[in-house]
């Protein structure tokens, strides 16, 4: 599982449309691929290439990997209102790449081209992902255009910083597959936890017990990350504190989601609380080790001469328990059960008896002993109950669309 797959199992946003502009770049290959990430997230996606993308990549490209229509140039097809399009169809578009000469027609208004005419007439939200040479990316004109842009509303999805095609390493490279996926998908929610602060807690803890083993469980953070990255899409702030394992690599470097790297069930406690403060909702998905063993030492035990030892364990602090009998008013919780139940119903009631032994506002229990379902897995099978008295069960589905859902239920709890 990686943080592409993560999202491209995301089904709530099916048959949104999104406009898809490609301007000049040796990174237009890029957004060939960002667009078979989208198709398959339902999303129907238009798109237009301007007269430099088309010396990179060909409009033939984008429709045979499912782009429908793909424009061609200004006065050029027979459709006279082409420009006009994507602002009528679209929910949001977004420029991946856009070169120099592209931000500044958005930022300047010059409709030369069918592009620059689409992001003219397009209303609704927009962003753009540059891409180019860092002297170019550098230059107090792309400087003034990105900021005049932004200032209007326009997204800028960051470049990254590195080697680029033109044998020169800085800033100006196309940001990385999940933060264009990220954003694009942001592009096309409603941002309905705008003004949330979400504290996630993910993945497992590692509780030491020599200089080199430790004590834990099979979680990856994969929930946790898809619960953190649906709250970014949806507009909330987002702090996510994860434990060891491929969880934080799930989580996409993006502006508002700040990934918080702990080990030990201690320190998980110690970043959660600092963070609880602040936060208006809690999602509580890690697999926190109830107990820790009394570490041997910082050496690592000799297992010379020994046959059989004993561990001592001491409990860990209950992360969720604790932060829940804190909670201010207006502070939102979600709690999450990983249990051996034989089936639905009796995890079902365990479900229910979580929810008050936490005191939480909604209870997310899955089966860790079922196919589909366990540590790790791409889907879960959940059995969720409401302090209001609502109870669901929910088939096998993608743990997006898992995240999504707990999102909107505790939303409205
Ligand atoms: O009691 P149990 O471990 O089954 O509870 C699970 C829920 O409590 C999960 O939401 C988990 O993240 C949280 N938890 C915690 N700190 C612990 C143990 C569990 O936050 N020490």
Same mark, same amino acid.
Request: aromatic letters at 6%; glycine letters at 8%.
């Given at each position: ?30 957004? @060939? /691929?960002?667009?078979?990430?989208? !198709? ?22 984008? =429709? ?11 006065? =050029?097809? /027979? ?13 949001? $578009? ?7 000469? !592209?931000?500044?027609?958005?930022? +300047? ?5 069918? %592009? ?20 170019? *990316? ?8 990105? @900021? ?53 807690? %993910? ?5 030491? *017990? ?9 979680? #990856? ?5 898809? $619960? ?29 989601? #700040? ?17 609880? &403060? ?13 107990? =820790? ?10 297992? /010379?001469? #020994? ?47 979580? !929810? ?22 791409? #889907?879960?099978?959940? @059995?969720?109950?409401?302090? &209001? ?6 088939? /096998? ?5 898992? @995240? ?7 939303? +409205? =709890?």
């Amino acid at each position: 599982m990686d943080a592409i797959q993560l999202l491209r199992g995301l089904t709530r946003l099916k048959n949104r449309r999104l406009h898809l502009g490609v301007a000049g770049s040796v990174a237009c290959y890029r957004s @060939a /691929e960002l667009l078979r990430h989208l !198709l398959a997230c339902g999303i129907h996606v238009s798109a237009t290439l301007t007269p430099g993308a088309k010396n990179f990549v060909t409009p033939l490209l984008f =429709s045979s990997l499912g782009a429908v229509p793909v424009y061609p140039e200004m006065f =050029s097809g /027979e459709e006279p209102f082409a420009h006009l399009e994507p602002g009528q169809t679209c929910q949001a $578009l977004l420029v991946c790449p856009a070169s120099a000469g !592209l931000l500044a027609r958005m930022a +300047h208004g010059l409709a030369q081209d069918m %592009l620059a005419a689409q992001i003219l007439a397009f209303d609704g939200p927009v962003a753009a992902a540059p891409a180019m040479n860092t002297r170019m *990316w550098n230059n107090a004109a792309t400087r003034d255009n990105v @900021a005049l842009l932004k200032s209007r509303g326009v997204t800028i999805v960051e470049p990254d910083s590195g080697l680029m095609a033109c044998g020169t390493s800085g800033e100006g490279r196309l940001a990385d597959m999940p933060q264009l996926l990220a954003h694009a998908l942001r592009l096309l929610c409603e941002q309905d936890m705008a003004g949330q602060t979400v504290l996630v807690t %993910l993945g497992p803890t590692r509780e030491p *017990w020599d200089g080199v083993r430790f004590w834990s469980n099979p979680s #990856t953070g994969t929930m946790g990350a898809a $619960l953190a990255l649906c709250a970014w899409l949806r507009g909330a702030t987002v702090h996510a504190v994860a434990g060891p394992g491929i969880g934080s690599a799930l989580v996409p470097a993006l502006p508002g989601l #700040t990934l918080h790297q702990v080990t030990t069930a201690r320190q998980m406690f110690a970043r959660a609380s600092e963070l609880w &403060d602040t936060a208006s909702m809690g999602m509580f998905s890690a697999a926190v080790a109830d107990f =820790s063993p009394r570490p041997y030492g910082a050496e690592k035990f000799k297992k /010379e001469g #020994t046959d059989t030892f004993r561990v001592d364990f001491e409990a860990n602090p209950d992360i969720l328990r604790t932060l829940s009998e804190k909670k201010r008013p207006g502070q939102r919780l979600l709690g999450f059960a990983a249990e051996t139940a034989p089936d639905m119903e009796s995890l079902m009631a365990l479900a229910r008896k979580k !929810l008050r032994r936490k005191d939480v506002h909604v209870l997310a229990a899955n089966r860790v002993n079922a196919a589909g379902s366990g540590f790790g897995s791409a #889907t879960n099978a959940m @059995a969720v109950a409401g302090r &209001d008295g609502r109870e669901e069960f929910w088939p /096998e589905m993608g743990k997006a669309d898992v @995240a999504w859902d707990l999102c909107s239920w505790l939303l +409205h =709890s």
